[in-house]
């Protein structure tokens, strides 16, 4: 039996982080600095005002006026790997990291897998 545990938005994820206070607002994510960038992932709040990804940033600005620009950070990224994976590893001693924000648990062996379908949803939430 097998669990996977999904970051939605692992990279705009990783990069607020470390500024909480922007999970609220319009951000939106860039993969590199040149001027014909778009975004690559965007908050709720960002989506909410009209912003999808693959605007431009120009695009972006002209339906929401407070939106705020990140770059993507492969350190910040990969900091944010590991601590999924040391969070994981609370659950299951046999993970995978399969992908970014993505790690699979193997859930045999536990006791866990052992009990009854509500258990585990319990255990899921």
Same mark, same amino acid.
């Given at each position: 039996? !097998? @669990?996977?545990?999904?970051? &939605?938005? !692992?990279?705009?994820?990783?990069?607020?982080?470390?500024?909480? =206070?922007?999970?609220? *607002? &319009?951000? %939106?994510?860039?993969?590199?600095?040149?001027?014909? *960038?778009?975004?690559?992932?965007?908050? @709720? *709040?960002?989506?909410?005002? %009209?912003?999808?990804? /693959?605007? +431009?940033? +120009?695009?972006?600005?002209?339906?929401?006026?407070?939106?705020? !620009?990140?770059?993507?950070?492969? #350190?910040?990224? =990969?900091?944010?790997? =590991?601590?999924?994976?040391?969070? @994981?590893?609370?659950?299951?001693?046999?993970?995978?990291?399969?992908? &970014? /924000?993505?790690? +699979?648990?193997?859930?045999? /062996?536990?006791?866990?897998?052992?009990?009854?379908? #509500? @258990?585990?949803?319990?255990?899921?939430?």
């Amino acid at each position: 039996m !097998f @669990a996977a545990v999904v970051i &939605p938005d !692992f990279e705009l994820c990783a990069v607020l982080r470390h500024e909480p =206070e922007l999970h609220r *607002a &319009p951000v %939106g994510l860039l993969l590199d600095e040149s001027k014909k *960038a778009r975004l690559h992932q965007i908050t @709720a *709040a960002a989506a909410q005002a %009209g912003v999808a990804p /693959g605007l +431009t940033t +120009t695009q972006a600005k002209a339906r929401c006026s407070s939106i705020a !620009f990140r770059l993507r950070s492969i #350190p910040q990224e =990969e900091a944010a790997s =590991e601590v999924l994976l040391e969070c @994981a590893y609370q659950s299951a001693a046999y993970l995978e990291a399969t992908g &970014p /924000g993505i790690c +699979t648990l193997d859930l045999r /062996g536990l006791p866990l897998a052992r009990e009854d379908g #509500p @258990a585990l949803e319990r255990w899921a939430l």
